[in-house]
């Protein structure tokens, strides 16, 4: 194998390129009500700073790691998903949260997830509004602005918050999502939905969720948030536990030890599976 930047290298370099795009991001939330919105689906839309978001984090990329393979959500369509799995590779969400961001509502974050040979050895997800950055490196650590960050201890439902998120792109996914919120309402403190995936990995890393869930998931929204969740003491799963990669769409299940296996049999029993 060729040269390989450490950890620590790897991780200084995406932090550098989410700062500069969450600058970019930051410059134009004044005027986000006003920006051209573009629709890739009936509920997606794609604004111009996700693009110059992008356009910055990867002319970073370009310069300084240039044999790494790129996955960013804006420019997929052109990367062989086979190469992302092997070598180094970027796996960059520019901007996630659009709908809160295009809406002004203070939840949205760039996620750059670092893989070599399709397991995380590095991420960032930075909270542009609440100027909060999650960093982690796989076997160091996990922090918030540079202070170490736990998963809750908490064991009980009942004390419970759990985040999620709703399938907003295929309404004929909604009826078995409604079966496994309901089941879960019915248990915890509390669910919230805040809308940005990689936050609500971040929130779990940080203690301020127990366990989160979404039934699917581009390697964008996860990659970065689930070395953040492992490296904090959690565990980061599909919802039927298999192991999470982060080159692929799939269902995420996090949690920390206790209520990550609460909540997996929670939606077992309402008989979703792996998509
Ligand atoms: C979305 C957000 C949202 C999640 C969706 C994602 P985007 O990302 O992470 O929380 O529920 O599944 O697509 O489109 O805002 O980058
Ligand atoms: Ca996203
Ligand atoms: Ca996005």
């Not at 989410?18 to 006003?34: F, H, K, S, T, Y």
């Not at 792109?169 to 309901?182: E, F, G, N, R």
Request: hydrophobic share 45%; net charge negative; charged share 20%.
């Amino acid at each position: 194998m060729g040269y390989q930047p450490e950890r620590r290298d790897l991780l200084e370099i995406v932090v550098r390129a989410a700062r500069e795009a969450a600058g970019v991001i930051r410059a134009a939330a004044p005027r986000a009500r006003n920006l051209d919105w573009r629709s890739k689906g009936p509920t997606d839309f794609v604004s111009e700073v996700d693009i110059a978001a992008e356009e910055c984090i990867l002319s970073i990329a370009a310069r300084e790691l240039p044999g790494a393979s790129i996955l960013a959500e804006e420019s997929a369509a052109t990367t062989p998903p086979e190469r992302v799995a092997r070598g180094l590779a970027l796996v960059i969400d520019p901007l996630d949260g659009t709908t809160n961001f295009l809406h002004g509502y203070p939840a949205y974050a760039v996620s750059i997830g670092v893989l070599l040979d399709g397991e995380p050895v590095a991420a960032v997800v930075y909270n542009v509004a609440g100027d909060e950055i999650f960093t982690a490196t796989a076997g160091g650590g996990a922090f918030m602005n540079g202070v170490p960050i736990r998963v809750s201890t908490i064991v009980d439902p009942q004390r419970a918050l759990i985040g999620t998120g709703y399938p907003f792109k295929d309404p004929t996914d909604i009826p078995p999502y409604l079966a496994q919120l309901s089941r879960v309402m019915a248990q915890v403190s509390g669910v919230r939905w805040p809308g940005a995936a990689s936050l609500d990995l971040a929130s779990v890393a940080s203690g301020r969720f127990d366990a989160f869930w979404e039934n699917l998931l581009s390697p964008w929204d996860f990659a970065a948030g689930m070395l953040l969740v492992r490296e904090s003491g959690g565990l980061a799963t599909t919802i039927t536990g298999s192991p999470l990669r982060g080159v692929a769409r799939s269902s995420v299940l996090v949690g920390n030890p206790a209520m990550h296996a609460w909540l997996r049999q929670a939606l077992q029993q309402s008989q979703l599976t792996d998509p």
